[in-house]
């Protein structure tokens, strides 16, 4: 597993923007997917937005228009911008990142890993 490092989050009034950002480290050779998911309390985990190598983006529904995901250039980062937040964007979001890392001998392993989870909270 490679870890991931996300940051941001935290509360926000209905209509107020947050940003995230996951950061992965180690010995990348190349990235395949990098994606958001959120679980709400009591909720079955669902996509957000995913960013595919080669510049394929999608967004659930719900957050279309609203949110917008990015990798920011020359950095093993993804981040999601959300804006015009509703109470039920309320939730952990996970970052999830898979791709492949290579080895001293140039040799390729796969990973696909998982972010701690960070909370959002919309409310007035």
């Known amino acids: 597993q490679v870890p991931l490092v996300e940051s941001g989050g935290g509360l926000a009034r209905p209509g107020g923007s947050l940003r995230l950002s996951c950061a992965v480290s180690?010995?990348?050779?190349?990235?395949?997917?990098m994606s958001w998911y959120r679980q709400a309390a009591g909720q079955q985990r669902e996509l957000v937005a995913s960013?595919?190598?080669?510049?394929?983006?999608q967004y659930a529904d719900s957050v279309k228009g609203r949110f917008t995901i990015s990798r920011e250039k020359g950095k093993n980062t993804v981040s999601l911008q959300m804006a015009g937040l509703k109470p039920e964007d309320t939730a952990v979001y996970l970052c999830?990142?898979?791709?492949?890392?290579?080895?001293?001998?140039?040799?390729?392993?796969?990973?696909?890993?998982w972010g701690q989870g960070i909370q959002v909270t919309v409310s007035s």
């Open positions: 999830n990142i898979d791709g492949w890392l290579a080895d001293s001998d140039n040799d390729l392993t796969g990973f696909d890993s």
């Open positions: 180690g010995t990348i050779f190349s990235i395949k997917t």
């Open positions: 960013l595919v190598n080669g510049g394929n983006i």
